[in-house]
């Protein structure tokens, strides 16, 4: 069978690799994937958001199952489109897709069916929000309704930083329509936790945990990224939290779209704080994470391809879905200046004695050299039998890549390891 997996970053790079493993799958088209994928998969120059080209391309190309893995072309409706000309697909139509799309919707969602989330208000104009602001609690959160590359979440520590990010987010539009409405929402404390799920709309497949590291600095400082880093399994994300949140927030979730017409099919995202409440959810995603997809993916046991064909045959609950006991950690190598500006074009070379997964992101392939092309470049997820020694591994084979301008945090794993301590 031929296969098209839509998308080009390193996300797409780990399941491209996963779903290799796969002896029925005989080509991997990479739509428009990226240079660093160029022997792993077939790399065709189509926008993952040029739906019309994605579809054409599949009809003609003898496409037999598509994974459609990025937000935008799930939100614009590449599944409900390559589901009209009869090919299977992996990942949500357009009307389930808006639980990322919206986060209006989502917060909407969870306060009718009583999923526990941060208190908030809803804006679609920037003088009633900044009205609203003069009394309300600081710190506090702002998000931009739509997408905005992960992005759209400002959290504010002071009345004058909130009114500022309605100012940006509505007024100067720096997410564009993103922007047209705004949630603003309690902030909330303790440790996040990140849970990719396998969803076929009745039964619901928790995967690994993962702790993510968005700030591009070390401590956790400096800007919000796509995230530069993480580690699995999450310690924070106990048994008796992972059975809180499957009664509390997994099936409601799931139960909850069914009840709205928008049932869900794919990976469903859970961003969860463990809070002095109980957990609650920050946000949903629609389609696996990235970085998180880079360290759950290489602690599945179970082939991934039957996975997905059974989430779209909505016979999930056929498939026993094992993960190994081992832990991963991934560290991001990206361009020195991410997430504004940074240079590209530097070549990436990788010593022969690198040993660990490497999922490229943003590189072009330019006269046979690999060549850096965006902010977040590459990761290198190492897999241990402990947590420290995957750590170390990966910070390890981090001195086998090597590139102009490359920067990474130094301490990725570290409050994980803090939290294992403290036990």
């Known amino acids: 069978m031929n296969i098209i997996v839509v998308g080009g970053g390193g996300r797409e790079h780990a399941i491209i690799k996963s779903l290799k493993k796969n002896k029925e799958i005989e080509t991997i088209f990479a739509l428009p994937g990226n240079g660093g994928m160029k022997d792993d998969a077939v790399l065709v120059n189509i926008s993952a958001t040029d739906i019309?080209?994605?579809?054409?391309?599949?009809?003609?190309?003898?496409?037999?199952?598509?994974?459609?893995?990025?937000?935008?072309?799930?939100?614009?409706?590449?599944?409900?489109?390559?589901?009209?000309?009869?090919?299977?697909?992996?990942?949500?139509?357009?009307?389930?897709?808006?639980?990322?799309?919206?986060?209006?919707?989502?917060?909407?969602?969870?306060?009718?069916?009583?999923?526990?989330?941060?208190?908030?208000?809803?804006?679609?104009?920037?003088?009633?929000?900044?009205?609203?602001?003069?009394?309300?609690?600081?710190?506090?959160?702002?998000?931009?309704?739509?997408?905005?590359?992960?992005?759209?979440?400002?959290?504010?520590?002071?009345?004058?930083?909130?009114?500022?990010?309605?100012?940006?987010?509505?007024?100067?539009?720096?997410?564009?329509?993103?922007?047209?409405?705004?949630?603003?929402?309690?902030?909330?404390?303790?440790?996040?936790?990140?849970?990719?799920?396998?969803?076929?709309?009745?039964?619901?497949?928790?995967?690994?945990?993962?702790?993510?590291?968005?700030?591009?600095?070390?401590?956790?400082?400096?800007?919000?990224?796509?995230?530069?880093?993480?580690?699995?399994?999450?310690?924070?994300?106990?048994?008796?939290?992972?059975?809180?949140?499957?009664?509390?927030?997994?099936?409601?979730?799931?139960?909850?779209?069914?009840?709205?017409?928008?049932?869900?099919?794919?990976?469903?995202?859970?961003?969860?704080?463990?809070?002095?409440?109980?957990?609650?959810?920050?946000?949903?995603?629609?389609?696996?994470?990235?970085?998180?997809?880079q360290v759950v993916l290489p602690l599945l046991k179970t082939d991934l391809f039957e996975i997905m064909k059974a989430v779209s045959e909505e016979r999930l609950s056929d498939i026993n879905v094992e993960f190994s006991d081992e832990y991963a950690c991934c560290v991001i190598m990206a361009s020195d200046g991410y997430p504004q500006k940074y240079e590209k074009g530097f070549e990436i070379k990788v010593n022969d004695n690198f040993d660990a997964e490497l999922f490229i992101a943003g590189a072009k392939e330019q006269d046979g050299k690999l060549l850096t092309n965006g902010g977040r470049v590459l990761g290198v997820t190492a897999v241990a039998g402990t947590l420290p020694e995957a750590v170390e591994k990966a910070y390890k084979e981090v001195e086998n890549v090597s590139f102009d301008n490359a920067y990474y945090r130094s301490d990725i794993g570290k409050r994980a390891l803090e939290a294992l301590k403290e036990g």
Request: proline share 6%; with cysteine; net charge negative.
């Open 52 to 293: 019309d080209g994605i579809v054409d391309f599949a009809v003609n190309n003898n496409i037999g199952f598509a994974v459609v893995a990025p937000d935008d072309p799930l939100v614009l409706g590449a599944v409900d489109a390559l589901n009209a000309k009869g090919i299977p697909c992996f990942g949500p139509e357009k009307k389930a897709a808006i639980i990322e799309g919206s986060k209006v919707f989502s917060k909407n969602l969870m306060k009718k069916y009583g999923i526990p989330t941060a208190k908030y208000e809803v804006f679609d104009n920037a003088a009633d929000a900044l009205s609203y602001l003069e009394t309300a609690p600081v710190p506090t959160v702002v998000k931009a309704d739509g997408l905005a590359l992960g992005k759209g979440v400002l959290i504010c520590n002071t009345r004058d930083e909130a009114k500022n990010a309605v100012k940006t987010i509505m007024e100067d539009k720096v997410f564009g329509a993103s922007g047209n409405s705004i949630v603003i929402e309690e902030f909330l404390t303790g440790p996040e936790v990140s849970v990719l799920s396998f969803t076929d709309g009745k039964t619901v497949v928790p995967m690994i945990s993962s702790m993510d590291h968005k700030r591009a600095r070390d401590n956790d400082e400096g800007l919000n990224t796509g995230g530069m880093g993480t580690v699995a399994p999450n310690p924070h994300y106990t048994k008796a939290v992972a059975e809180e949140c499957m009664n509390k927030i997994f099936i409601p979730t799931i139960e909850a779209m069914n009840k709205e017409g928008r049932t869900f099919r794919g990976c469903l995202y859970f961003g969860l704080m463990i809070t002095p409440d109980g957990p609650k959810v920050i946000e949903y995603n629609c389609r696996f994470g990235d970085p998180e997809t």
